[in-house]
């Protein structure tokens, strides 16, 4: 399935409580080689996929490239769901966020995991935008065998803001995250993870093994 070019409300919007697209009973499952390009939801959320109250699972090879939301998540915006699942190398390129989570955002459901996804040149820096790559908020997030190169953030997360519990952070690599800020001024390469509370250790404690030494740089203009 190739989903290409729709400038309304996103490619896909699957909201479980009110029937957008009755798809087995609030399960939307995307599988096999699976590309949504250039697509935006610049009044809303999601650039992509934007899926409420519905059990999400993206298998097997998907790309998520140069799309745009207006609030939050660049490419995909979750919310109120029981059960979110990014796995098979799935890819998150190019995308862009007025918000918060430049290709991805989790609010407000039971659990998202991520595994073995690609996220590389995502952009959160319009205004006050946090979490290049990824955000989540009131999720238990689980992470593993990712890689998060060349985001950028406006604020904090250069890659990854988490605003909510984090179980595990295994295999996972971090190159090349910056701030976006005024030419010429100075900051830290050492936030690319920022945030994590209750349930498992905080990210912001676990970066403390994963980062360089802290050394100032010259930010993105």
């Known amino acids: 399935m190739v989903i290409v070019r729709s400038l ?5 919007s699957f909201d479980g409580a009110e029937g957008v697209a009755d798809i087995d009973a609030a399960v939307l499952t995307i599988n096999g080689l699976t590309s949504f390009t250039g697509n935006g939801a610049t009044n809303s959320s999601g650039g992509a996929l934007h899926v409420q109250s519905s059990l999400l699972t993206i298998a097997g090879n998907a790309t998520f490239q140069f799309n745009i939301a207006g609030i939050d998540g660049g490419a995909v915006h979750t919310t109120q769901c029981p059960e979110v699942g990014v796995q098979g190398r799935a890819v998150f390129e190019s995308n862009r966020v007025a918000g918060s989570g430049g290709a ?6 039971d659990k998202v995991t991520l595994d073995n996804a690609v996220f590389r040149s995502n952009d959160a820096t319009w205004g006050a935008s946090s979490g290049g790559a990824l955000a989540h908020s009131s999720v238990l997030l689980t992470l593993s065998g990712s890689t998060f ?23 996972l690599t971090f190159a090349e995250n910056v701030q976006h800020c005024g030419v010429g001024t100075y900051g830290y390469d050492n936030t690319e993870l920022v945030g994590g509370a ?3 250790p905080a990210l912001g404690r676990i970066q ?5 030494e802290a050394r100032a ?5």
């Open 8 to 12: 309304q409300s996103g490619a896909i």
């Open 208 to 212: 403390e093994g994963l980062r360089q």
């Open 198 to 200: 209750g349930e498992g």
């Open 104 to 109: 991805f955002y989790g609010g407000s459901c």
């Open 217 to 221: 740089w010259t930010c993105a203009g």
């Open 149 to 171: 190169k060349s985001n950028m953030a406006g604020e904090e997360g250069y890659a990854v803001m988490s605003l909510g519990p984090l179980r595990s952070m295994d295999g």
